[in-house]
């Protein structure tokens, strides 16, 4: 399993219920029934990620995360998961205000525009970066919302959520492997990973 | 071909019971024609129910003598080691009732008066059919059913199956189908309903003594077979190619493949079912509305409030019948009442008839499916 995810899945509480959007071919939540014994759904919007998925035992929706949130009562998950996804989304804000409803809790990954190598990239080259965790072109890219996670603090604050915790990794080997970075973690941090709360959920912080 | 090792036994059953319809008219003495594959277990809880679409029958796997060549119409998904495992489930299969093929209907003989019932038969819905097939499911002992699996017609069943009886049902697998036909498949139903009436020799439905309405029927199969089709498949497999021909004709006989296949189809059709039963199923078909059957008033999303099971929906990108938008409707209405739900739409060129046709995608969607169903059903989750 990707290191993020293996984050990620450390902070989900046993017993919960969890909705895990773009799931790809569902490792976290194959991981998270069998260790935590959550109540797992998945979105995804590859039709044979999808097959995967439901072959493998999981309840996995085909679609896009955009619409199918919508159908949802409030509050029908203890955690929403978007990993790694939300710099490919149109409309963040809207999105994340979606999940808050949706969800209690929302886990959100991303990778970190701000790492040293973009940073070189821009500064030497003139180049826009592209790195293993942004592989494209700047004409190619499906990732339309680069950010930092300093980006991703300011952007809670104006929004009105709240970061409840979060983690900056450096990731090696296609993700598989990693550590935690505490110092200077917009500078050599690969990857942001948020826990994320509306302002009312304050006293819920562990 | 030797068929020995699949050979598999029509069975009967006739109720004691009579069936109040939902039209308010009471039909007595119930048949159901039924097959069933596999072995119920001691807990009884590998029981699964397949529907039947339209033109299909309780004949769904295997061979009913050893030397048929033609298996049941699901034979491709239904048998020992194939997706829908007859060696870990008890699977039922039985004609609905207005059909053709062994259950009551029109061509049936009235207990009355000893004549075939003709349109004297009542007309009945989706909801009479799933009923006559619980009276079966009572005689066989099944208390619950892990699963209940059909296509189109056969898929409205299944969803009138997991409301009608959610304590009974613990998941269900509608394919390609809708929570009500739309205008269009209505439309297409009474075209075809219209060329069976038309037919001379169908006399209100009193043809059982003489000459059927063969070209009524075959007509009605004709459309009908295309709105299962699609253009790509119709342009891939027929294209503009002619029949046993350099040149036309210049008449009105089959030119084109797609003329002399259509035509082929219709007259198979007339061998093997009955015209009124046509005129039944597609009625009831037509009258099934999950909205306005089962929807709170003011509640326009509520049809699944009594629903409990775990559903698998498939659609199926050509099928113009039964449009992927309908399906994605019934998955909204079903996540709106918190049910676990799944959903896929597979890529397939075949148009409505892909949930017939042999597809990996499609087996691997049902197995899975069914193995968590059945993992998850004894550990008791759902109840």
Redesign the interface.
């Known amino acids: 399993m990707r290191f993020d995810l293996e984050i990620i899945a450390s902070w989900i509480e046993p017993g919960s219920r969890v909705l895990d959007l773009g799931c790809g071919e569902g490792d976290l939540l194959v991981y998270l029934k069998e260790k935590k014994q959550v109540t797992g759904?998945g979105i995804e919007l590859s039709?044979?990620k999808?097959?995967?998925c439901?072959?493998?035992?999981?309840?996995?929706?085909?679609?896009d995360i955009n619409k199918e949130v919508e159908?949802?009562?409030d509050h029908?998950f203890d955690f929403v998961i978007l990993s790694q996804t939300l710099q490919q989304v149109y409309e963040p804000a809207t999105l994340i205000k979606e999940l808050l409803r949706i969800g209690n809790k929302v886990v959100v990954s991303f990778p970190n525009f701000s790492h040293w190598r973009c940073r070189l990239q821009l500064l030497f080259y003139g180049m826009a970066p592209k790195t293993k965790q942004l592989p494209y072109q700047w004409y190619n890219t499906p990732n339309i919302r680069v950010m930092t996670l300093g980006d991703f603090r300011r952007f809670a604050q104006k929004k009105g959520f709240h970061i409840l915790k979060e983690v900056a990794i450096n990731t090696q080997n296609k993700d598989k492997q990693g550590k935690i970075i505490h110092f200077f973690p917009n500078l050599r941090a690969t990857y942001g990973i948020m826990l994320i709360g509306n302002r009312n959920n304050e006293k819920n912080i562990n | 071909m030797d068929n020995t090792f699949a050979i598999v036994e029509p069975k009967k059953f006739k109720s004691s019971q009579s069936l109040s319809l939902e039209s308010g008219k009471i039909l007595e003495g119930v048949s159901i024609a039924y097959e069933t594959y596999g072995e119920l277990n001691p807990k009884k809880d590998n029981a699964i129910l397949l529907c039947h679409a339209l033109s299909g029958d309780a004949h769904a796997a295997g061979y009913h003598h050893k030397d048929s060549t033609k298996p049941g119409w699901w034979d491709t998904m239904v048998g020992p080691g194939k997706a829908i495992d007859s060696s870990k489930y008890f699977i039922i299969c039985s004609n609905v009732i207005g059909g053709c093929m062994g259950s009551s209907g029109p061509s049936s003989i009235n207990p009355k008066d000893g004549q075939h019932y003709a349109l004297n038969f009542p007309v009945v819905t989706i909801g009479d059919m799933v009923k006559a097939q619980k009276l079966l499911l009572d005689h066989l002992g099944v208390p619950r059913l892990l699963s209940v699996i059909g296509g189109s017609i056969g898929g409205m069943q299944t969803l009138e199956w997991s409301i009608r009886y959610p304590d009974f049902v613990f998941s269900a697998v509608p394919l390609a189908s809708a929570q009500r036909h739309s205008a269009l498949a209505i439309a297409f139903n009474e075209v075809a309903r219209q060329a069976i009436m038309a037919d001379p020799n169908w006399r209100k439905g009193n043809y059982y003594n003489n000459e059927k309405p063969g070209l009524g029927l075959a007509v009605a199969r004709m459309i009908g077979h295309i709105t299962y089709l699609s253009d790509d498949s119709l342009r891939n497999k027929f294209g503009r190619r002619l029949q046993d021909k350099k040149d036309f004709s210049f008449n009105f006989d089959a030119d084109f493949q797609v003329e002399s296949y259509l035509r082929y189809q219709g007259s198979k059709f007339v061998d093997r079912f009955d015209a009124n039963s046509f005129l039944y199923i597609t009625k009831a078909a037509d009258y099934f509305d999950l909205k306005t059957q089962h929807c709170a008033e003011g509640q326009p999303l509520s049809s699944f409030a009594k629903a409990k099971a775990?559903f698998?929906v498939v659609s199926f990108t050509s099928d113009w019948l039964y449009p992927t938008y309908q399906s994605?409707a019934l998955?909204?209405a079903m996540?709106?009442n918190?049910l676990?739900?799944?959903?896929?739409?597979?890529?397939a060129q075949c148009g409505h008839d892909a949930f017939l046709l042999p597809n990996p995608?499609l087996s691997?969607?049902i197995?899975?499916?069914l193995?968590?169903m059945k993992?998850e059903f004894q550990l008791g989750h759902a109840f």
């Not at chain 1, 439901?54 to 679609?63: A, M, P, R, Y």
């Not at chain 2, 676990?340 to 890529?347: A, L, N, Q, R």
Request: hydrophobic content about 30%; some cysteine.
């Open positions: 759904t039709e044979e999808v097959v995967t439901i072959d493998k035992g999981l309840s996995v929706l085909q679609g159908d949802y009562a029908s | 775990k698998l994605r998955v909204k996540k709106k918190n676990d739900v799944s959903f896929c739409e597979i890529k995608q691997s969607l197995s899975g499916f193995d968590r993992k």
